[in-house]
Nanobody, 121 residues
Framework: EVQLVESGGGLVQPGGSLRLSCAASGFTFSNYAMSWVRQAPGKGLEWVSAINSGDGNSGYPDSVKGRFTISRDHAKNALYLQMDMLRPEDPALYYC??????????????WGHGALVPVSS
């Protein structure tokens, strides 16, 4: 059974940093592209970043490019999202997802339950 378990969410001030982690199990992690997708309160799903399985190529939308960095550790079966220079529009539930392909841009497959990055007061 595929399991994707996110962690690392928490309250952060605008301009701050946060690192999300995703522990993957139940499939051959090194064979598949991985992605982060977020959903802000009252909004739809937004793709945040993705990384290929082998060559490490990654992609980002303009909304996070230059601020967020995706990485993966095949030895630990782990996916990470380093979020820097956080903005007021970044709070959301962040999901870790795997793919049906070694290359991102293909259909997403399994999803975790999400890591909450809440709105700071």
């Amino acid at each position: 059974e595929v399991q994707l378990v996110e962690s690392g969410g928490g309250l952060v001030q605008p301009g701050g940093s946060l690192r999300l982690s995703c522990a993957a199990s139940g499939f051959t992690f090194s064979n598949y592209a991985m992605s982060w997708v977020r959903q802000a309160p009252g909004k739809g799903l937004e793709w945040v970043s993705a990384i290929n399985s082998g060559d490490g190529n990654s992609g980002y939308p303009d909304s996070v490019k230059g601020r967020f960095t995706i990485s993966r550790d095949h030895a630990k079966n782990a996916l990470y999202l380093q979020m820097d220079m956080l903005r007021p529009e970044d709070p959301a539930l962040y999901y870790c997802t795997n793919s049906q392909s070694p290359y991102f841009g293909m259909a997403l497959d399994s999803w975790g339950h999400g890591a909450l990055v809440p709105v700071s007061s």
